[in-house]
């Protein structure tokens, strides 16, 4: 059934995206043994998926070659279902890797919250980071009208992108104000390094309708979508279009931290200048830490990586760079906090938990997410709450503290083979 | 609060839910509360299964009645409570667990419910996926299973249709002479007082020989019509008897969305909530020993819970001898979601002061005190 395999290493990197790549790859330059875990097929995370061998993007190719260089042993394809002191177990399609490790850095990225509106689980309705992902994977939008709805500036790469293949962006719905956006776009200018891509995106996107104040009221269509109804200062508008594609920030993976016990503020893992948790020796670093983009969850990697290896003299000197990357961090938050209107986009029977399919109606009812989860069984299914845990976070202001094992689905044999040894430190508020 | 009920009930678990449910539609005044919400403790963590069972005389009595109210109110029962009468397949695996099977055949039917006997072709026909060779098996026909925290709001609505007040969320400092305090200040003045808080029961009325006994179980991603039947194994018997030692048992239970319930692991004396993968191994093999298929099916969530276990595992209905404005309908073990509306009927019963259907001295809480109960 299952192979095992049982090795130890000084350092385990628990997912393989930018932070995770620099992580390992400076912690194996620094003569440790260290082993990079990810559930994706290729090392590059969401934003980098399928970068490897290609010379487009510098940093991706310069971590990508780096990586491979080093004697880092990475794991693909492979989940990380239970993680206890010095002890993770994960599985990948026919075998149980069974890993002892010193050092545990956590660079287990975001996803993309989706906010629930009438018409949101009609086919050809994506997540913008999911468009992005299926146009680079093959999928052709030659032609299609494609609306782009939601908040921040994913969504301005996503229409560039989009536009760069050949698709039509009709146009791209920004709920924030105009002021809130022309603020950041000021910030923007106090960072050079950004100001170059910004320009470039601004010149890429001159032609395309930039509605701030507006957000997606309902998508429209029998068998896919159609049109998508929006909501633009106070106005109705509907646009023919094929796909519709939605950001409503990045939420961050914590399931894994919150899970081995290291604290969580602001919605976020607490770390010291270090990346270290509030458990020694366990680091993180990424988007988990404060949604920043690659360039400040490489930095944090390698700032994790160093301290992992006692290099703290190499971990300081990355220090600046990564202050100034949270206060951009800051100023994004500042500039695209999500509105209220945005939690009377759903209607009573729009579904929220596509697994179990609970609508908002039911939902309402309950004062917590325990209770809604027991009596609706929303986040019951094979998600795990993944996806309408943060559409619930946001409109009911319910938290989801409380993790379970096993931290993915997992066949039941793998988890009858766990060792006992790996007995975690769970504190659990609830209930069952 | 100007509010007076002539019932104070806490706790809101399916024990509590039913006695609200039977009393409410006997025009009491009720008022539920509950320091979470409505089921959230042991009947969240619970399998669900209604089932007779017969480890004592007094066991069967309460089970068998307690079904019979299930089967009168099953037509009513809302999809979100997920009532379904699959049957009980209690496993035999050799040719001593068959003759148990032979001997439970016959004690079932001298009491009224039917049994079927099944040679190891029946069996296999009946559950394809359970490993072979396999001896045979008892199927109880009559036994089902259901969601319970739904089971549970589905009590509670219709007692608060028949105008029971609910307050959830709130805690509940002390009960005694008729006067309920709870911890935001409000006072309830009753003539009784239910204690249906589970495994948390000795708190509010000291002294009840109540323990919390761990439990652990995972439930699968849906695989509809792996197993038709709740499936037991008779090795259950023998290891739920004994009180000290940790214990598994194989127990599989088909969820109508086409989840898989493993369990059973029985744990005393562990305070803490924490999966503990020693004896969920130990209950996931037991589980592969008889149904191999289980071992690549996807498990998507593991969990522990706490039954409100007694020295002699019958749980205490009845008024509690220190103080007679408290009524104790607390430590039904692993069975509470069949035995609750038997418990809430003998509630009313004794509150109406009119005989029962089934004889209530075993359950009395007074037994604890004759020393009856310490085994």
Redesign the interface.
Known sequence: MNAESKRSFDVAVIGGGPAGMGAATVAAECGLSVVLLDDNPGLGGQIWRGESGSSKHTQASHWFDRVGRSSVEWILEARVFQVGKGHLSAESPDTVHQIAYSHLILATGARERFLPFPGWTLPNVLGAGALHSLIKSGLPVEGKRIVIAGTGPLLLAVAAYAREKGAQVACIAEQTTGAKFACFGLSVLLVPEELEEVWQLAWQLQAVPHWKNCWPVAALGKERLEAVRLSHHGRIREIASDYLACGFHLVPSLELAQFIGCAIQDGYVAVDENQQTCIPGVYCAGEPTGIGGFELALVEGQIAGFAAANRKDLARKLWRRRDAGLRHVRALRRAFELRDELRNMPQEDTLVCRCEDVPFGLLRAHQSWQSAKLHSRCGMGPCQGRVCGAAAEFLFGWSNSSVRPPLFPVRCSSLAEMPVETIPEIHEGGSK | MSFRPDIVIVGAGIVGAACGFELAREKFSVAVVDA??????TT??GMGHLLVLDDSEEQFALTRYSLSLWNALAKHLPP?VEYSRCGTLWVAGDEDEMAEVVRKHTYYGERGIQTEILDAHALREAEPALRRPLAGGLRVPGDAVLYP??AA?YLLQRAAELGAKIF??KAVNSIRNGITRLADGTVFHSKFIINAAGQFAPKLTPGIHIRPRKGHL?I??RYPGTITHQLMELGYLKSAHSISADSVAFNLQPRK?GQLL?GSARQYEVAD??????I??RM??R??EYVPS????????????FRPATPDQLPFIGPWPDDPSIFLAAGHEGLGITTSLATGRLAVDFLLRRASAIPVEPYLPSRQIEGVTHA
């Open positions: 979470a919400g409505i089921g959230m403790q969240a963590a979100a925290p739904c709001a959830l969320g995972v699968t991603d969305t493993i909530g924490n999966v503990d993968f020693a969920l191994s996931l093999k589980a592969m289980l071992g690549s099916l996807s498990a998507i969530r593991v969990w522990t819970g």
